[in-house]
């Protein structure tokens, strides 16, 4: 293994190709263990019989508030899918705030509502906090980071070894909507949308499709920060088989679609904030899509490809019937400049 | 019913995609000889043909080769090294996101910034007057870098510096024209037998400006859109033409593009810039390709302001050979260092850098077709 060089850059912090590096060169070789080195969105742990889901986030995002959402309502959501997404049932989380002296009180208390609004909706409960005050300059207003913990039913089976080939890919809508708000809610680009970010708790959905069809969610994951592209990579890998997408499948909305032409940006790569991409048992993905289609946050869930025997990689299928392969991003994606 | 679906929705319809790619195949198969070489000159194009499969469609009958249309690739490593000077001296040096990446000979603006530097992401030249505006006690330079799309939109927000005024705003010029490079390409020798000609740049320059490709060098060359439908039926309209001899420029972009262009930008843009000599990655020197501060707002010109000049460059150390991709001489997987010591995440040189640039383009949408692909890609997927 190389030791890594130079600095951090922004672009280490992308979920990108970068960000894979810090991680399998700089965490997992100090910190590893076979929890941590599964790298799932969740830590699933085994407590005296029971089985807890544990995992934490932190939250950075310019502005604080946009449409469809908030720092506030992303630290709660973000938090609460990652424990759904190993089929826990979310319980508790923790708040610890970074305020940058200076900062409007009536700002902060907005974010607090807006968690206050989210843990509700989730039916969680913030039962730790901690605040600290830094100078001026060194964070941009509040960064928030959170904790979660919830419960995974004894029996379940969830994760990359469940998977095989032939199963199908599932995504709970369409893609790419809470990039392009934050990216338009700065402002710089002058351009007039009704986009809104997709921000919302999962759980509630998952939890419908646990119940009314057990044991048909093998693997899923949010694709938040490097967009549905870059989950599929990973999952792929993880499973060890080859995940193939077809783009003309894939959910996008007709305005979110129009933007990212616009823009010179890949609608798959963009971050959500309330999707996941699920891999499904094949006789069930009928059934679990309709069930998804019944919630109003999986209205617009697609069948978009299936996995297949292969060396863990992804691919999409174009319209044009070519076959191409997908890749972590290295390096955010900016809008054109042609 | 046809006429009910949205236009846009027409230029993406796979069915008569595909026609059209069976179209072209046999016709260049039939009459032209088996092969053909085509240039697009707009790095939107580039990654379009790329990412929705039509250079692979296309494959052994039309070759697409990438030209000098990605304007964060032809920017100059002398340009690039002098935008790094001016960053390391304490400036607050704006720009725009993919120019960050790019190597000069020593080092990018996004390393500079890792060590405490100040440079900062613009998505508007707009953007870094209003952030001239509201850090007075910050020197601002904005790296105008772009071809005739971008360059009106400067003019504009340095026209507003003024009128504020701002005695703290600047501007890198490193604007380049298109036609210029194109003749410069012409009168070297390019292997290509027609042009799909850039829908951006000419919305602002006009069918016109063009018209020389082929009252000058015979060429046929049609102006495209950016959707799959427009750059197939370009294609099909070029090689119509090589079939009949003749030699045409078509506005094939009505929608967008006009014979005279966009008269109010292009004034805008000549309010204060004035066509000046530039050096492009890969072409070098061409006369007049670029944009100067016109006399009277050579005080808005940063070079001048901090006397930093773009210094010649040693040659590229790293073997790179995106002067060879820019020229059209090179197909980006042929370069040795594709793929191997050149990839995203470790670029060395700006075609791999930028989201226009054709070995990104290549590298993420084109790469592993061969044995490092699938098996029996193209015919897969599930339906
Ligand atoms: S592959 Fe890399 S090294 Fe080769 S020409 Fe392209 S950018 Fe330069």
Redesign the interface.
Known sequence: MTAPKGQVLLAHGDGGLLTHRLISEVFLPQLGNPVLARLEDAAVLELEGCRLAFTTDSFVVRPLFFPGGDIGRLAVCGTVNDLSMVGARPLYLSAGFLLEEGLDLEVLERVVASMCSAAAEAGVRVVAGDTKVVERGSVDGVFINTAGLGVVPPALRMGPETVRAGDRLLVSGPVGEHALAVVLARGDLEIESTIRSDCAPLNGLVGDIMTQCPGALRFMRDPTRGGLATVACEMAVACGLDFYLLEDGIPLTEEAGALCDLLGLDPLYLANEGKFLAVVDRDQADRVLEICRAHPLGAGAALVGEARSGRGQAYLVTALGGTRRLDLPAGAQFPRIC | MEADR?L?ERF?D?GI??AL?ARVRVRVARELGGHVSLMEV???HT?AIS????R??LRDAVTLVSGP????CVTSPEDVDAMVALAESGLTVLT???MM?VPGSSTSL??V???GGRVR????P??AVSYAASHPDEQVVFLA???E??APGVALAVAQARELPLANFSIYPAHKLIPPALRALLDQEVGVQGFLL?G??STVIGRRALAFLAEEYRLPAVIAG?E?VDILMAIDRITHMLVRGEAEVVNAYPRAVREEGNTLAQRAMWSCFAPADAAWRGLGPIPGSGLGLRDGWEDLDACRRYGVWAQPAGAMRTGCRCGDVLRGLLLPPRCPLFARVC???APQGPCMVS??GACAAY???????GDD??QG??A???R
Request: glycine share 14%; net charge positive.
């Open positions: 949205p846009w993406r796979p995609a595909r790619v707009c790095g939107t990654v990412r929705s499969g039509i692979a469609a249309g990605c304007p964060v725009f996101g993919d990446r996004e390393a910034r890792a060590r992401l613009a998505y508007s707009m953007d870098v772009g071809f799309t971008t850039p951006h740049v950016f799959p990839t995203p995440a989201s226009e590298y993420r949408y084109e790469r592993g077709d692909g699938p890609a193209g897969a997927g599930p």
